[in-house]
């Protein structure tokens, strides 16, 4: 096989997958092939291609689908008979395009072992619980990610447009491959304002009907004219509160990359330190009251089509666990629910499944309520950390216990919850919900076991948590358990409904 591997190059998507398609049924493995980028390098602009055509894009053909084509009949000389065309199901497909987009320059090649292994059975390779399968989502969650926050903090100024020109000009340097997905968003949401996007690497022009792509500008992000800038300037200065200013929050909300780039990352220094030296007012800046909206020339929401809050749970970079967690799991239950049971995170089928207990540890707890007379409909759960920490044991992945940082950054959420549930009476199933339910991080459950204390307002009652009760070895010590919670249970309706 070695004398007849010969680089296959590849400029998108939609050539990787041409030519891993044809490899596949050639039986060639993924060792017997070289994958390259058109000319060598690793870029997908070299002829711009992404996971979705712009709307009437004008993008260049993809250059190499021919090119790949013939040189598999050339890598792919194989005794063996041909295989059929390969199937894969739509949610393999999605990952693997979306995993296009992220900068790595084995990509290719690693997109092609996943399909081979997919083709040779191996369904874990959709596993986040696989080493492949979990980078594969991982690239997939970063590049998603960066669609995300393109969206979110590209910036439009404003230019006086000439004859053919765009009104609005943006420059951005995205992380990865996502220009091409970025810009069919905008198309669909602005209309026929013309606009251009540049990028190290392309520029992608809308001329409100098509878009076109280009290389980079000559001088890059100082060929962005600035108009605009001035007004959004004013207006990002008079809503800002110093007040409401955390610069923790801030920098872990728009990372510092973002800044530079946005034309209020320059205000920012100068606003936190004034803050910080005690300017602070309370509300909004009295230059806003005192102007009407419409005396703002630049309306926010065209300033920044569809800005995305960066603050939804989805969203969260408060720590690190969001980077290997399929999603963040969020409480639920009733709204306005009398008690609120609080856990410690997600487990491996929450994690999946995006629920609160839905595991063996939830089985469990709905058999504890059951057996205290309490309806989980009538309930709120939710837990301490909201992303699934864990750590890879074979093919498993391991729960591992979230540190004293990772409650402490996820306590933002609980608290959000505390406040609009409002409780009577908050139940902690363990030690790492009771930390940061009383947010001590020397709390230990052994001091508050049968013995309800008020904290903040309301009432919070200890007991083990359910994971606790079904690997406590033993029967008679998993009746002990078992009946400790289901008393802790008791107590709290007792305390809510009486
Ligand atoms: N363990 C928890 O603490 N919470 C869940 O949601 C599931 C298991």
């Known amino acids: 096989m070695a004398g007849f591997m010969q680089p296959i190059a590849v400029a998108g998507f939609d050539d990787w997958r041409a030519a891993a398609r044809e490899l596949i049924v050639r039986r060639v493995p993924p060792e017997s092939v070289q994958w390259t980028a058109p000319g060598g390098g690793g870029d997908l602009f070299g002829a711009v291609a992404g996971p979705a055509p712009a709307p009437g894009a004008a993008?260049?053909?993809?250059?190499?689908?021919?090119?790949?084509?013939?040189?598999?009949?050339?890598?792919?000389?194989?005794?063996?008979?041909?295989?059929?065309?390969?199937?894969?199901?739509?949610?393999?497909?999605?990952?693997?395009q979306r995993a296009a987009c992220y900068r790595a320059d084995d990509r290719w090649a690693f997109l092609y072992k996943i399909l081979w292994r997919w083709q040779q059975g191996q369904r874990?390779?959709?596993?986040?619980?696989?080493?492949?399968?979990?980078?594969?989502h991982g690239m997939a969650r970063a590049v998603r990610r960066e669609e995300h926050d393109m969206h979110a903090y590209l910036r439009f100024r404003e230019?006086?447009?000439g004859e053919g020109e765009p009104r609005f000009v943006a420059w951005f340097e995205p992380a990865h491959d996502v220009l091409p997905q970025v810009a069919r968003h905008f198309a669909e949401r602005m209309g026929r304002t013309t606009w251009l996007i540049a990028t190290p690497d392309a520029t992608v022009l809308w001329d409100g009907a098509a878009l076109h792509t280009t290389g980079p500008l000559a001088h890059g992000?100082?060929?962005i004219e600035d108009e605009g800038e001035a007004l959004w300037?004013?207006?990002?200065?008079?809503?800002?509160?110093?007040?409401?200013?955390?610069?923790?929050?801030?920098?872990?909300?728009?990372?510092?990359?973002f800044w530079k780039n946005m034309p209020e990352g320059a205000l920012v220094p100068d606003m936190v330190s004034q803050a910080a030296a005690g300017a602070r007012r309370v509300g909004q800046a009295s230059a806003v009251g005192r102007r009407s909206g419409t005396t703002i020339p630049i309306a926010a929401e065209k300033a920044q089509p569809e800005r995305q809050q960066p603050h939804t749970l989805d969203e969260c970079r408060r720590c690190e666990l969001w980077e290997h967690a399929t999603q963040a799991v969020p409480g639920e239950g009733?709204?306005?629910?009398?008690?609120?049971?609080?856990?410690?995170?997600?487990?491996?089928?929450?994690?999946?499944?995006?629920?609160?207990?839905?595991?063996?540890?939830?089985?469990?707890?709905d058999r504890a309520l059951a057996q205290a007379g309490i309806e989980r409909s009538k309930v709120y759960v939710t837990n301490a950390v909201k992303h699934f920490k864990w750590e890879p044991r074979g093919k498993r992945r391991l729960h591992k216990t979230p540190a004293q940082k990772e409650i402490l950054a996820c306590h933002y959420w609980l608290e959000g919850e505390l406040e609009h549930v409002a409780p009577q009476v908050v139940v902690a199933l363990g030690s790492t919900a009771l930390k940061a339910v009383l947010e001590d991080s020397h709390a230990a459950l052994k001091d508050y076991m049968d013995q309800p204390v008020q904290h903040a307002g309301r009432w919070v009652v200890a007991t083990y948590h359910p994971a606790y009760v079904l690997r406590v070895p033993g029967a008679d010590e998993k009746a002990r358990a078992l009946a400790a919670m289901v008393a802790a249970l008791r107590a709290a309706a007792k305390i809510a409904y009486e």
């Open 59 to 96: 993008d260049q053909p993809a250059a190499s689908v021919n090119q790949g084509a013939a040189c598999v009949a050339a890598a792919s000389v194989s005794a063996a008979p041909a295989l059929p065309a390969p199937r894969v199901p739509r949610e393999l497909m999605d990952l693997l």
């Open 159 to 161: 230019r006086p447009a």
């Open 334 to 365: 009733a709204k306005k629910a009398r008690i609120m049971l609080v856990g410690e995170q997600p487990g491996d089928q929450e994690d999946l499944q995006g629920h609160p207990f839905v595991g063996p540890a939830g089985t469990l707890l």
């Open 233 to 257: 300037l004013t207006y990002y200065r008079s809503i800002f509160n110093p007040a409401r200013l955390n610069p923790d929050v801030m920098h872990s909300h728009v990372r510092s990359r």
């Open 124 to 136: 874990e390779v959709m596993s986040m619980a696989d080493e492949d399968g979990s980078r594969l």
């Open 221 to 223: 992000a100082a060929d």
